[in-house]
T-cell receptor, first 112, second 112 residues
Framework: GENVEQHPSTLSVQEGDSAVIKCTYS??????FPWYKQELGKRPQLIID?????GEKKDQRIAVTLNKTAKHFSLHITETQPEDSAVYFCAASFPSYDKVIFGPGTSLSVIP | NAGVTQTPKFRVLKTGQSMTLLCAQD?????MYWYRQDPGMGLRLIHY???????AKGEVPDGYNVSRLKKQNFLLGLESAAPSQTSVYFC???????????FGPGTRLTVT
């Protein structure tokens, strides 16, 4: 069935360190993989996404890598700052590609 | 532009009562989605619509109905509320395809 797993569920890092969140998906036909950030009490917002024809994408301090053979993708945040503290959700598109299925989320805490 | 708005922001229902949540978007988006968010379970898709007059089931559709009579509005109905439907409900919209979804501020629903 359609499934996205995400690890770890919680992550605590010192300010300035890097953070990595990993996701796996079940459908080899998935071709779109977004990442959303949700600050406490706020709505989710897209921070970066990647299509299946690309292996890596960067935007300033954040990057996403995709391994289609292994069906997993990762979010990398470098030089973390306290404002990076939030819940991060990965997602993957499924069969008809009209929708994405979200992972359960990772709560990231950046300690000053 | 207001983006995506949701009405109401908060609601308390008693078991068996009914209600309708309204989602409105002013970005001329074709696709609209309803999610529920529960602790540790991420965002789960309830129903979605790929255009005016269309609806489709998501991951957790039982106990909910939807309608998309106008392109800018997507309604989520609970005919007979149950405590298990206590959750935060988010609406989202996007251009054709599930890409870069814009979320509303959420509705916090409590069923007692």
């Amino acid at each position: 069935g359609e499934n996205v797993e995400q690890h770890p569920s919680t992550l605590s890092v010192q300010e300035g360190d890097s953070a990595v969140i990993k996701c796996t998906y079940s459908d080899s036909a998935s071709n779109y993989f977004p990442w959303y950030k949700q600050e406490l009490g706020k709505r989710p917002q897209l921070i970066i996404d990647i299509r299946s024809n690309v292996g890596e994408k960067k935007d300033q301090r954040i990057a996403v890598t995709l391994n289609k053979t292994a069906k997993h993708f990762s979010l990398h945040i470098t030089e973390t700052q306290p404002e990076d503290s939030a819940v991060y959700f990965c997602a993957a598109s499924f069969p008809s590609y009209d929708k994405v299925i979200f992972g359960p989320g990772t709560s990231l805490s950046v300690i000053p | 532009n207001a983006g995506v708005t949701q009405t109401p922001k908060f609601r308390v229902l008693k078991t068996g009562q009914s209600m309708t949540l309204l989602c409105a978007q002013d970005m001329n988006h074709e696709y609209m989605y309803w999610y529920r968010q529960d602790p540790g379970m991420g965002l789960r898709l309830i129903h979605y619509s790929v255009g005016e007059g269309t609806t489709a089931k998501g991951e957790v559709p039982d106990g909910y109905n939807v309608s998309r009579l106008k392109k800018q509005n997507f309604l989520l109905g609970l005919e007979s509320a149950a405590p298990s439907q206590t959750s935060v409900y988010f609406c989202a919209s996007s251009f054709p395809g599930p890409y870069e979804q814009y979320f509303g501020p959420g509705t916090r629903l409590t069923v007692t």
